[in-house]
């Protein structure tokens, strides 16, 4: 748990800090640092969720149980 905490932290300040060398504003800065990861948490929740779809079409195998040729 400590690992995620300070990755997160980690995450955030280089968001902030990204936003706020761009923008020149630290309330921008500090918006775009909590949003970000947040909506990086939803993607990542569905990029798995693709992901585990593949890997469960793979362990089945080809429909029909047909081997490539």
């Not at 800090?17 to 909506?39: F, K, R």
């Amino acid at each position: 748990m400590a690992k995620t905490i300070t990755f997160a932290i980690l995450h955030m300040t280089v968001a902030f800090s990204v936003a706020y060398l761009l923008s020149g504003n630290l309330l921008v800065g500090g918006a775009i640092a909590l949003v970000e990861p947040a909506i990086n948490t939803v993607v990542y929740f569905f990029h798995e969720k693709v992901w585990e779809q593949i890997r469960q079409q793979r362990a089945d195998g080809p429909p029909g149980g047909l081997l490539p040729a």
